[in-house]
Structures are given as C-alpha cells and as structure tokens.
C-alpha cells in the first residue's frame, strides 16, 4: 500500500472554479509538502504544513493531523493553474520526502 | 527567496558513459537529498547526506551512483556507466531543519541514448 495517496488523479476544471486536491497518507509525521510541477518537470514548493492551514494568494492548504488527511484549494482557478500537484510527506525532521502520485490539473478557459 | 541551483538543466549522454549532475543547495542548510522521477512516474527518493556522509539511501542507489560535496557550496550526484534506464529527471534538494524549510531544485533531465 502506498504511504501517501491522492484524489483525484486528474482533474479537468472550468476557469473560475474552486478546486479541491485531497491527500491521505498513512503513517505519523513531522511535516506534509505540497507541490508542483509544470510540464517542463520542475518542482516549486507551495507549503509546508505541520499543523492547521495556511493561505497564499488563491492557494489555501489545510492539514488534519488525527485523520492523516490534507486538501489544497485553489480558488478561482486559472488556466495558468494547470499542473500535476504533488503531496509529499516527512515522517521526522531532516528526513527524506515521501511523495504521492499527484493530481493532474487542467484548467480550460 | 534562496534557491537550490541545479546544474545542467538538461544532459543528454551515451549508455556506458559517466554523468555527473552539479546542485547549488541553499547556503545555511545542512542536509541534502537527490530524488528522480521518471516520466509518466512519480518522484522517487535516492540519498540523503549531512555532515560530509551519506545518511540514508534507497534500492535504487546502488553501486553505480556516489554523492559527494568537493567544496563547501556543490553537492553532486555522479553515475558511472549510464544505462537506458537511468533517463528520468533528477531533483536536488536542501533543508535547513524545523522551520527552515524544504527546498528543492529545478531538477536535471537525464537522457541515456
């Protein structure tokens, strides 16, 4: 069984929609990441998250520690958008990264 | 905002031959980690290293991969006799401990011929 798993894996949206990417993982951590990775490959790192929620520009994350469970919300979604969005966790400080499979976003004008 | 400069962008080399990828990690940060992705796969974890000494590695780093950091700012990741299975983009990352944050690099795509 995977360690991190993501819903859903694609995800077609209309401009203006607000987008929810769900992730679930299963063992305890210290820290979960969300990503993403546009199609020349490269990743950016949009939050880091131990507790809470946390807000940057249209981009909300939310994270449950008792039900393992994160979302990422993109508000008012723009083609611009369109990307695979990574959820990876870290099970201590100073470890490595875990990664989910991602959601691929496509956002059509 | 500091960055993780990964050096080449892209690389494209003939099976058997040796690469070595080059990663800029972020000044203060300690602890390094290289990661690849094949295509169509998700992101896949190799090594980490702190203190000059590798912490942790996975399966796939296997005799054929070495990581070091000649100097006080690169951290390379080298692979002897490439093989067609070695193309996938490479990613470098740094971290700084709690609360400094994870940052990655812009990665190096890989392509054996």
């Known amino acids: 069984k995977n360690e991190v798993e993501q819903s859903p894996q694609n995800l077609t949206a209309q401009e203006g929609e607000f987008i929810t990417i769900n992730c679930s993982y299963s063992v305890g951590i210290s820290a979960l990441h969300w990503l993403q990775q546009h199609p020349g490959g490269g990743i950016v790192s949009l939050f880091m998250?131990?507790?809470g929620k946390k807000k940057h520009g249209r981009l909300i994350a939310t994270i449950n520690i008792q039900e393992k469970h994160s979302s990422l919300h993109i508000t008012a979604s723009h083609p611009r958008d369109s990307a695979v969005y990574i959820c990876?966790?870290?099970?201590?400080?100073?470890?490595?990264?875990?990664f989910g499979p991602g959601t691929s976003l496509s956002v059509i004008p | 905002e500091p960055e993780v400069t990964q050096t080449p962008s892209h690389q494209v080399t003939q099976m058997g031959q040796e690469v070595i990828l080059r990663c800029v990690p972020i000044s203060n940060h300690l602890y390094f980690y290289w990661y690849r992705q094949i295509l169509g796969q998700k992101v896949e974890f190799l090594v980490s290293?702190?203190?000059?000494?590798?912490?942790?590695k996975s399966e796939i780093f296997d005799d054929q991969f070495s990581v070091e950091r000649p100097d006080g700012s690169n951290f390379t990741l080298k692979i002897r006799s490439t093989k067609l299975e070695d193309s996938a983009m490479y990613f470098c990352a740094s971290e700084g401990g709690a609360g400094y944050g994870y940052t990655f690099g812009s990665g190096t795509r890989l392509t054996v011929v």
């Open positions: 990876a966790v870290a099970k201590t400080s100073y470890d490595k990264v875990i």
């Open positions: 290293f702190y203190n000059n000494e590798i912490s942790e």
């Open positions: 998250l131990s507790s």
